[in-house]
């Protein structure tokens, strides 16, 4: 590979490639509510229905959502997230945690989250799951595993 | 506001609609390994001219990058992280550590992280501020403040 060719890529732009899109992020926001269903997606998203099929479509081929048959209705079915679609929860915290704090109005955030574990307002941390501190970006360093050609 | 019109919005729509281009956080993820000049931008990212000085420029009107005189050469400019860009820090690992689970081919991960503070590999986990357990999204209510409509 000749180097002016190599650039860095890292999982942030596999990641991005596959999630950089306002809907996907909200269809996932929806699901992480608990929505479930095709009809509440839509009336809760205030999106086109084109627009909501295809990017269901898309979570579903990237094996984020599961189809599977509406157990109280066998005609209709719903939409699951997986265990790699769970896992995408600490982006959508961090990315709701960011909005909070930068970008809400003078209304405050439009929504609050609640840790029932502990039973206090959740907000949400980055932390190192060795030693247990916040992350601080000044504190770490990386590690070229290799180089890939960009895509 | 008629029910039909409000919609649940929360700051993952706010964030996303600023950050959610895979450019932008290919930026961003380069200005946290210390990248601070153009010619560097464009040499790592493998990225066309019209659409980094576009995102750069889109960057530093959302106050996630300062454009400053560079203290080395006064004809040029660096691009800095502001606090509010800092801030961005734990979506950008979020994003990277999906990526690294679900998305590295045999490979394995590009790009390997280092936690200076305790000298170990770094394994970001999103905690709970107040009693410093790993965020399940199953423990986790929310409450709705407001609806706004949608935009």
Redesign the interface.
């Known amino acids: 590979m000749k180097e002016e060719?190599a650039?860095?890529?890292?999982?942030?732009?596999?990641?991005?490639?596959?999630?950089?899109?306002?809907w996907c992020?909200?269809i996932l926001?929806?699901a992480?509510?608990g929505v479930r269903r095709y009809d509440a997606f839509l009336?809760?998203?205030?999106i086109a229905t084109n627009i909501l099929s295809n990017r269901l479509k898309k979570l579903v081929e990237n094996r984020i959502l599961d189809r599977i048959k509406d157990p109280g209705d066998a005609r209709r079915f719903i939409y699951r997230l997986t265990e790699?679609g769970?896992?995408?929860?600490?982006?959508?915290?961090?990315?709701?945690?960011?909005?909070?704090?930068?970008?809400?109005d003078e209304?405050?955030?439009?929504?609050?989250?609640?840790?029932?574990?502990?039973g206090?307002?959740?907000?949400?941390?980055?932390?190192?799951?060795?030693?247990?501190?916040k992350?601080?970006?000044k504190?770490?360093?990386?590690?070229?595993?290799?180089?890939?050609k960009?895509k």
């Not at 650039?7 to 306002?22: E, K, P």
């Not at 009336?43 to 205030?46: A, D, H, P, S, T």
């Not at 769970?86 to 909005?99: E, K, R, T």
């Not at 209304?107 to 502990?118: A, K, S």
């Open positions: 060719a650039t860095r890529i890292c999982s942030v732009a596999n990641a991005i490639d596959i999630l950089g899109d306002r992020f909200l926001r929806e992480f509510f009336g809760n998203l205030g790699k769970l896992d995408i929860y600490p982006i959508v915290l961090s990315l709701m945690n960011w909005g909070d704090k930068w970008l809400a209304n405050g955030p439009p929504l609050v989250l609640h840790h029932n574990r502990c206090h307002h959740l907000e949400p941390v980055m932390s190192c799951a060795h030693c247990g501190e992350v601080d970006p504190e770490v360093s990386y590690q070229e595993v290799y180089k890939e960009v």
